[in-house]
Each structure stands twice: as structure tokens, then as C-alpha cells.
């Protein structure tokens, strides 16, 4: 073997053992670091989930709020009609509100009880 191959040989084997003992090291150094950026990822991750639960629950109290808020109006405007009525609530104004609180299209029949309780029929209708 010549001097040049000899040197080239030792060098080789340098670098490949030099490799063989980084990876020996390093290998499990990097488990720890890959597992301790997986643990820093995960607590991110649930912080960000608490953050957005607390957001939609904040949000959800607000809407409630104002839902409760409305429901106090829609209540306080009942009382001035039925206070504008004198306390007079006749059957047919029972039936009046009921018929204006529903959206119906021109393709709906609205049976209204009588005063039996029965509802007046198609029967005279023509097609």
C-alpha cells in the first residue's frame, strides 16, 4: 500500500469513526430534544384550546345577556299593549296575535278553532 492510500484509509476511518461516536452521542440527545419540543408543543396547543373554550364561553354569557335583555323588552311591551287594551283579552285577539306572529306564504291555509274548538273546513272551497 502506498503512503497516499495509507493516509486516505486513516483519514476515512477517522471520519467514520468519528461519525459512528456523533451518532452514538447525539442520538439520544436528540430523543430528549425532540420529546421536550413535542411536550412544548402539546402545552401550547392546549393553552390555545383553554383560550379559545374561555372566549366561547365569555361569548356565550354575552349572548345570553342579551337575549335576557330582549326577553325583558318583548315582556315590558306585552304589558303596555295588554295595559293599552285595559286588560281585555278577547278570545279573538288571542287568535289575531297568534295569526300575526307566524310568517306564512301565500300557499299556506291557516285553520282558525271556532267556537267550538273545531276549525272551519275547505269544504266550500272551490280549485
Do not use: D, H
Request: proline residues 5%.
Amino acid at each position: 500500500m502506498t503512503p497516499a492510500v495509507r493516509q486516505v484509509a486513516i483519514v476515512g476511518s477517522a471520519v467514520i469513526l468519528a461519525l459512528i461516536v456523533l451518532f452514538a452521542v447525539g442520538c439520544p440527545q436528540y430523543k430528549v430534544y425532540s420529546r421536550e419540543k413535542a411536550g412544548e408543543a402539546a402545552l401550547a396547543e392546549a393553552r390555545s384550546s383553554k383560550l379559545v373554550q374561555l372566549e366561547e364561553a365569555r361569548a356565550n354569557l354575552a349572548s345570553e345577556r342579551l337575549n335576557a335583555l330582549a326577553e325583558v323588552e318583548r315582556a315590558k311591551g306585552a304589558a303596555r299593549a295588554i295595559e293599552i287594551e285595559a286588560g281585555r283579552i278577547t278570545p279573538e285577539y288571542i287568535q289575531y296575535l297568534w295569526v300575526r306572529s307566524n310568517r306564512f306564504n301565500n300557499a299556506t291555509t291557516i285553520y282558525v278553532p271556532t267556537e267550538a274548538g273545531l276549525p272551519i273546513l275547505e269544504a266550500g272551497k272551490r280549485p
